[in-house]
């Protein structure tokens, strides 16, 4: 275990330069009388279509409500419904399965910014909170270490 956390700390650090230095904001979403829309805001956004749902729907206005607000579990990366700015969200078991294979079979994107973040999300994920089976886990592990070292590879 302990090479592991070596190696995780080597690559932290390596990436960390690549990796923007801003603030994301907390997925948002809406409530209303007939359920959740089931999609993500940031919290101007988000208060924008409350206000506009609320004047479409004056009887049931105070049924909108925009709630979250905190950082949440998600199969996959989250992005605000209307504006497109990337939220603050860590990834289940799945969606660190899930952004892993898409990574291994589609490769890097054009945005070294964005692959950094994400990359860097996946390493926090494996090293913290990997709930699966032992061997799983450390074959993950390794394949998230070896996706970052090629990654840095490349962008260099």
Excluded: Q
Excluded at 20 to 47: M, N, Q, V
Aim: glycine fraction near 8%; charge should be negative.
């Amino acid at each position: 275990m302990g090479e592991y956390v070596a190696a995780v700390s080597a690559l932290r650090e390596r990436l960390a330069p690549l990796i923007p230095d801003t603030r994301l904001p907390y997925p948002r979403w809406i409530s209303t009388p007939d359920g959740d829309l089931g999609t993500e805001w940031c919290t101007d956004c988000g208060y924008y279509k409350v206000r506009n749902l609320r004047r479409r729907d004056r009887k049931r206005g105070e049924d909108y409500i925009l709630d979250g607000g905190w950082r949440t579990e998600e199969e996959h990366f989250c992005f605000c419904a209307s504006c497109g700015t990337r939220l603050d969200v860590s990834l289940t078991d799945y969606g660190v399965r899930e952004e892993l294979a898409h990574y291994e079979e589609c490769g890097f994107s054009t945005s070294r910014a964005d692959d950094a973040y994400e990359l860097g999300e996946l390493l926090d994920a494996v090293e913290y909170r990997w709930n699966e089976e032992p061997e799983e886990s450390a074959e993950i592990r390794l394949r998230v270490i070896a996706l970052v070292e090629r990654f840095l590879v490349e962008a260099h």
